[in-house]
């Protein structure tokens, strides 16, 4: 079990470029996710997704988009880079939603600087 | 607004000690708290869940109570080791799931 693969590690764009932040997950988990860490900010959900085919946005949505056209695959991609977009970029996996226990299982992180 | 507070970003103690962290949140009706353990460049790792109907979890060296009343969840580590050193990040079951911003523990030898 890999668990939850993100790539890449690291980024570096320049603004107005786009790109996508790959996310998968071999569990078979229906919930899937993006946070951004910033420090002093704590993670903010981005956005989510309850299964394939339904997204919804979380608290800091602008500037992103995602698909979840497969149970395993849960993209995030950027439009437009801005250098507010730097951050430490996480994708989260749960069983059952977040109806049963709700344990999220993290991905290691994608560091995106945006210059 | 809503928000999740935790004591403070960092906190050393000795080791051996009890390391108490505390969870304090405005404005959320949580159904449950979780508790994560975060490593420096590595993603958040599950520790602890608590619901509302609960008072106290335990899980080997960890506790964690959770005061609806007060809003508020305490977090503490017995017999504090050095490996104990890390992030530890709550997080609120609300009609998603939101963190607070973490407290960076050192168990000093």
């Known amino acids: 079990n890999a668990g939850v693969t993100q790539t890449p590690k690291f980024q570096v764009l320049k603004t107005g470029q786009s790109m996508t932040l790959q996310c998968a997950q071999d569990m078979n988990h229906e919930y899937m996710s993006w946070y951004r860490q910033d420090p002093g900010m704590g993670l903010r959900l981005i956005h989510y997704s309850v299964g394939a085919g339904i997204t919804d946005q979380g608290e800091v949505p602008n500037g992103y988009n995602v698909s979840r056209s497969t149970t395993e695959d849960f993209p995030l991609r950027l439009l437009s880079a801005a250098p507010s977009q730097t951050s430490v970029y996480f994708c989260?996996?749960?069983?059952?939603?977040?109806?049963?226990?709700?344990?999220?299982?993290f991905g290691e992180g994608s560091r995106l600087t945006v210059l | 607004s809503q928000k999740i507070e935790q004591n403070s970003e960092a906190l050393n103690i000795q080791e051996g000690k009890t390391a108490t962290l505390t969870c304090n949140y405005t404005?959320?009706?949580?159904?449950?708290l979780q508790w994560y353990r975060q490593d420096p460049g590595r993603g958040p790792v599950f520790l602890l869940l608590i619901r509302e109907n609960e008072k106290e979890k335990r899980k080997e060296r960890l506790k964690v109570t959770f005061d609806t009343t007060l809003k508020q969840s305490l977090f503490h580590i017995t017999a504090s080791q050095p490996a104990d050193s890390a992030t530890y990040l709550c997080?609120?079951?609300?009609?998603?799931?939101?963190f607070g911003t973490g407290t960076r523990l050192t168990v000093i030898p």
């Open positions: 997080a609120l079951r609300s009609n998603n799931l939101f």
């Open positions: 989260a996996s749960s069983y059952m939603g977040l109806a049963l226990t709700g344990e999220l299982f």
């Open positions: 404005n959320y009706s949580p159904a449950y």
